[in-house]
């Protein structure tokens, strides 16, 4: 009896050893082409400014396929009337293309989650619909990963359109970039930028805390294999007639095996 219980606790510990937990699967805002392992699940919660709080559940379907849903307020934390965003949102990711040691891995998927305030009209009443920083709506992301002296460093693009946030005449498709180096097993720099084509026409422009686009970054800290915490310094490139910060955010993401 006791021989079987040893063997028990044996191929668990073997199982546990065995298992490889998948890395984050975006960098600050944008999307990698990485996706979450069969079996697996990430659970976040992104902490913004002005008390914003969103929570999100993701989900690997298969080894390319994942799904996820997310939802929250903008101004959780604080003293004023507590607003909360008009919907749960989606995300999906598919692998379409490996990466492979001449070619970038290619992912398509959907993102509807916003970031900051939820506006459903401005000052004068035309109906906006839209967050402050825009979903990406529908994108594809190109990811290619090389391994230096540090640990990996990854370089990513992509092409999105936000289709549900185009009520403020801005119907553009849009660029981001991106770049996350490793320092050791537990510390990554990322660095993003969002071209933001679709906040510089008509009422998006008027509307748009950026300047020539959202530069992003951001520290990671994976201080065990299945947990990271990351703090975020966005919009750097901030419109100081418009406002005179950027912005600081928490993020801590958790990723297990079903």
């Known amino acids: 009896m006791k021989k079987q219980i040893y063997s028990y606790i044996f191929i668990i510990l073997n199982v546990l050893i065995a ?3 998948p890395p984050p699967t975006d960098l600050i805002s944008i999307p990698t082409a ?4 069969r079996g697996s699940f990430s659970m976040d919660m992104r902490i913004q400014d002005e008390g914003g709080l969103i929570t999100g559940l993701s989900a690997g379907i298969t080894d390319r396929f994942q799904f996820g849903l997310s ?4 101004n959780l934390i604080g003293d004023d009337i507590l607003k909360w965003y008009p919907r749960p949102e ?3 990711k598919y692998l379409v293309i490996d990466e492979s040691m001449s070619m970038p891995a290619l992912a398509i998927g959907l993102n509807t989650q916003g970031l900051g305030n939820y506006l459903a009209e401005d ?3 035309n109906i906006l619909e839209r967050y402050e920083t825009k979903a990406l709506g529908l994108y594809g992301a190109f990811s290619k990963n090389w391994e230096t002296l540090l640990g990996n460093m990854g370089f990513h693009s992509g092409m999105n359109y936000s289709f549900l946030e185009n009520s403020d005449g801005d119907e553009d498709m849009n660029l981001f970039f991106g770049l996350d180096l490793e320092f050791n097993p537990e510390f990554s720099l990322l660095m993003e930028y969002n071209s933001a084509l679709n906040e510089n026409d008509k009422t998006a422009e008027t509307m748009s805390i950026n300047s020539s686009g959202y530069l992003n970054a951001a520290l990671r800290w994976s201080f065990v294999e299945s947990l990271h915490l990351e703090l975020h310094l966005n919009n750097l490139l901030f419109d100081d007639e418009k406002v ?3 912005k ?3 993020k801590i993401t958790y990723i297990e095996f079903f």
């Open 244 to 246: 005179d910060y950027f």
């Open 19 to 21: 298992q490889e937990y």
């Open 123 to 125: 000052s004068t009443g």
């Open 248 to 250: 600081r955010e928490l």
């Open 34 to 37: 990485g996706t979450l392992m």
């Open 90 to 92: 989606a995300k999906l």
């Open 71 to 74: 939802y929250g307020s903008p």
